[in-house]
């Protein structure tokens, strides 16, 4: 019986299908481990051989640690809501939801022919109503929350309202906006609810307040900064502003300390762990206030250098920011008007990797220095953003390189802060000279001058010490359709929740995925939706991000109507252990995640202050793409005459991508080739050596660019097993590497050696009961060894190679016992689980699968030598080897040396004087 790779996947993914092998229960009697991968968000398009990549390395850890005795959660869902589908249900009127499902469904299909172990009883999609109503319940958490600074947690906002009721505003310590009121338990008792809940709003977690957003006006919504390239939309590439609008916020920086410190806790990858901490950004330093005596205000900045205080010579605020309309004269009105709108054509993400332009304009006005009262001239500058700090920095032109460019290019004063002529020197603490041009701080040192200017401040209640993130509050809004309602309902401009009882709040139908004519996002479009018959509804959607930033603890109780998850499901698996997904994550997805994960936890739902314990992010799989070359004509037009590689350099010519699935070993299938377009039907080659060799390139994995490789196909030639092996054998898993379809025949040829183990010549089951030798021993114990270290440490590709060894070295020595074949297919199972399975029926097992096997015991015994093939030289001339056992001692050694008929051969009857002797190296003979 020769190996079958279709029967046999078909069979094994319909057994565990029909049995359920890899549903999971809550149990006591094993240790638990939970393994978790990004889930995904369903395209059209469906699955590439690059996507499978960190699914195949955690389905292996997951098979392996279920050997090892753990009751192993494996789940898989989708993220499943989202502007793709928007967009072709616009583009086609269909709904969203129709095509979402095709696409999942594709996507199960692909994910089941690959053979992962998942427990699909836990599946979730977090655009189904029964999944979204916990992301609305959560929502409501957060609405109803506020950030307890004293306890350093967060805390119903009940107990907020009776502080306030019993003495005012006094004493509290939240994080909140800027403009909180002050006022006392009797102020606080005759508000109007209005006038509570507004105050009340500064608070929350989830708030509504105006941004300045992303605003796409194609797309209709706003789009979050990873979604704008180059000032364009990602998708589709419109024309993308900024633009202030009155949005839900989720206000993370409350956690911004925790978030910090918790990346300590955390087994992750420092790259990614340092994009975390440069995002959220901690600095201290102090606050400043710059005196606006004509507008009756002030100019609040941050810096961490309160010490060049002395050195401002102007303030610099963001187009955006509040003040900038009553700043502007009237002589620098239409300039500051125009900067405006020319500023809001740039991304944020444009304008702080900007660092070579230099632009600005001055509002026309003067701010007063907070110490010695002078004016200081206010200009506007696209390089400071608005929700960044206070949306102003004030500027040293003397200590800080963009301020100094600045400054030369607009003919600025500039001040130096000490008497070291080196601009370098003076922005650095370390290096200043004294400090000048203050007689406040003259001949101070760093140490000194830092306080007492910050004492100074206070004393004028012009500013104080204060610890500023570079990270803001995530907005959690978009004006789309194909989201999470919010379920929020307004009455007199103010939000408040529906009912609980009242989830999940469900999407209306609607005429069209559009804005209404009107402007209104497109639930605006949904006839009579009205909380009450009465109440508008919030209109707006949540962002992509809502629904991922919970769905591992939905995994652990799916079917749970009453809760998001039960008590009992979250303190058995309490988090994740290992989780497996791509680094573009880094910044987003996973600090929303660790963010509502705390609040969760302060709320009392859960004990985990971070939810992945072990994090790894998957490389690329790139592609190899193919190139035909084109001859051109005398005038530079294509031809269809087509030159193999090797030739091209006689020819004028011009590369072309070529479909790398009619490509063999970089052999054109020139025949595919004539209908790969209608254009090429009668092309033309000139080839080498009877073939048409294509030209190669590495290069990520595009529709465009023709180097698309299904794994659908790759599974019918060659099987799921052979796919699950090469993608592993690609090379380490955190490393990007390109997919050559040409190696995968080896991977092939070594499952058939695999399965020519169990059969003799003639293709019939043969496994013998017989004793092992101390070879065969040898051979797995190393294997067992080998793969249980690399798992470990999830060099799951130097694995692959293992095998391969193990598998030929078995082969030499005609190895069929029963004891040897059983554990390595054992071993073997993580990787190849279809093979193992059918070897393992075929050996006769009563347990009706492998996946719940033992995992062998590695005993080191069968690694110890006993014999030794000892090199034999005469006169230092290497002639034969000897093997011999490593117990004897030197007079036995030279007795068996002597005697030995090969030996006496070589010395031809002469006589030894001497024979040199090292235990376990060599022997030498000396005649």
């Not at 209709?220 to 364009?232: K, P, R």
């Not at 919010?486 to 529906?498: E, T």
């Not at 314990?613 to 269809?640: A, H, P």
Request: charge should be negative; glycine fraction near 6%; include cysteine.
């Amino acid at each position: 019986m020769e190996y079958n790779h279709r029967s046999i996947e078909q069979k094994w993914q319909q057994f565990w299908a029909e049995n359920q092998t890899f549903k999971t229960a809550e149990s006591t009697d094993k240790p638990k481990y939970y393994v978790l991968d990004m889930f995904p968000y369903p395209s059209g398009a469906g699955l590439h051989v690059g996507h499978p990549l960190g699914y195949i390395a955690s389905d292996i850890f997951s098979r392996y640690k279920r050997l090892k005795g753990f009751n192993v959660l494996h789940p898989m869902g989708y993220d499943s809501f989202g502007l793709p589908a928007e967009q072709y249900a616009i583009q086609t009127g269909q709904h969203p939801a129709i095509t979402t499902a095709a696409n999942i469904n594709r996507y199960r299909e692909q994910l089941d022919n690959i053979g992962f172990s998942y427990d699909w009883s836990r599946e979730v999609r977090t655009s189904n109503p029964d999944y979204y109503k916990w992301t609305q319940w959560i929502f409501m958490q957060l609405f109803n929350s506020w950030y307890n600074k004293d306890v350093d947690k967060a805390e119903s906002i009940d107990t907020l309202i009776d502080k306030f009721n019993n003495s005012g505003s006094q004493g509290i310590h939240a994080e909140s906006d800027e403009d909180t009121s002050v006022f006392s338990a009797a102020d606080w008792k005759v508000f109007s609810e209005e006038e509570q809940q507004r105050e009340l709003l500064k608070y929350r977690l989830a708030y509504l307040r105006e941004s300045t957003v992303n605003w796409c006006a194609a797309l209709g919504t706003v789009l979050a900064n990873d979604e704008v390239i180059n000032g364009v939309s990602e998708r589709g590439g419109y024309p993308v502003e900024q633009k202030k609008m009155m949005q839900w916020s989720m206000r993370i920086t409350a956690y911004a300390d925790r978030l910090l410190s918790g990346l300590d806790s955390v087994d992750w990858p420092e790259p990614l762990v340092e994009m975390q901490r440069n995002w959220i950004g901690k600095s201290v330093g102090a606050s400043v206030k710059f005196p606006l005596p004509q507008v009756n205000s002030e100019i609040e900045v941050f810096t961490t250098r309160v010490d060049t205080l002395f050195g401002v010579s102007f303030v610099v605020l963001a187009p955006e920011h509040e003040l900038v309309e009553a700043l502007s004269t009237d002589e620098q009105r239409s300039a500051v008007t125009a900067y405006i709108e020319k500023t809001a054509k740039k991304s944020e993400l444009d304008r702080m990797a900007d660092t070579k332009t230099v632009s600005g304009v001055f509002t026309g006005s003067y701010a007063k220095h907070p110490i010695t009262g002078e004016e200081v001239q206010i200009w506007i500058a696209d390089y400071v953003l608005a929700g960044y700090g206070t949306g102003a920095v004030m500027a040293v032109p003397s200590g800080d390189q963009r301020d100094y460019v600045f400054a030369k290019h607009f003919n600025l004063p500039i001040i130096p802060i000490s008497d070291s002529q080196n601009i370098e020197e003076q922005a650095d603490p370390n290096k200043e000279g004294r400090y000048i041009n203050s007689d406040f701080i003259n001949g101070m040192t760093y140490q000194e001058a830092v306080p007492a200017l910050v004492a100074k401040l206070e004393a004028l209640k012009l500013g104080k010490a204060k610890v500023n993130f570079r990270m803001r509050d995530a907005i959690f809004g978009r004006q789309r359709y194909w989201g999470e309602p919010v379920p929020v309902y307004f009455k007199n401009g103010i939000p408040y929740l529906i009912e609980e009882k009242e989830l999940p709040l469900l999407l209306p139908e609607v005429d069209k995925y559009l804005p209404t004519e009107t402007g209104e996002p497109p639930l605006g479009r949904a006839e009579g939706w009205k909380y009450q018959d009465q109440y508008e509804y919030e209109l707006s959607t949540m962002p992509g991000w809502a629904g991922s930033s919970w769905y591992w603890f939905r995994y652990m109780d799916s079917q749970n109507q009453d809760i998001f998850v039960s008590k009992q499901a979250v303190d058995y698996w309490k988090a994740v252990d290992l989780y497996i997904g791509g680094s573009e994550h880094a910044t987003g997805h996973l600090l929303y995640s660790r963010f509502w994960n705390k609040v969760l936890k302060d709320l009392g739902f859960h004990q985990e202050e971070e939810p992945f314990k072990k994090l790894i992010n998957q490389g690329m799989i790139q592609g190899r793409s193919n190139f035909v070359y084109r001859v051109l004509d005398n005038e530079g037009k294509g031809t269809n005459q087509f030159v193999s590689l090797g030739l091209k350099d006689q020819y004028n010519t011009v590369p072309l991508h070529v479909d790398v699935n009619i490509v063999y070993n970089d052999v054109l299938d020139t025949e595919r080739f004539k209908t790969f377009r209608p254009d090429f039907a009668d092309a033309e080659f000139i080839l080498e050596n009877g073939k048409y060799i294509c030209g190669t390139e590495v290069e990520k994995m595009s529709k465009s660019k023709f180097n698309v490789v299904n794994p659908d196909d790759i599974i019918e030639t060659y099987g799921a097993d052979t796919l699950r092996l090469y993608e592993m054998f690609l090379g380490p898993l955190e490393q990007a590497k390109p997919w050559n379809t040409n190696g995968i025949e080896g991977v092939y040829k070594f499952l058939r050696k695999v399965w020519r183990l169990f059969h003799d010549a003639q293709g019939n089951f043969n496994v013998s009961d017989e004793e092992p030798t101390k070879a065969e021993y040898k051979a797995l114990h190393k294997i067992i060894k080998k793969v249980e270290d690399d798992i470990e440490r999830f060099s799951f590709n130097t694995s692959v190679s293992a095998f391969m060894i193990c598998v030929n070295e078995l082969t030499e020595l005609k190895c069929n016992k029963r004891q040897i074949l059983q554990d390595l297919i054992i071993v073997l199972e993580p990787y190849a689980p279809h093979i193992a399975e059918e070897l393992w029926a075929l050996l006769g097992n009563e347990v009706g699968t492998i996946s719940y096997a033992i995992y062998p015991t590695f005993n080191p015994e069968y690694l110890i030598e006993s014999q030794f093939a000892y090199p034999v030289s005469i006169n230092g001339k290497m002639k034969m080897n000897l093997p011999l056992a490593l117990d004897l001692d030197a007079k036995a050694v030279e007795e068996i040396v002597i005697s030995n008929a090969d030996v006496q051969r070589y010395l031809d009857g002469k006589a030894v004087k001497k024979l040199i002797f090292v235990k376990g190296k060599i022997i030498n003979i000396v005649i």
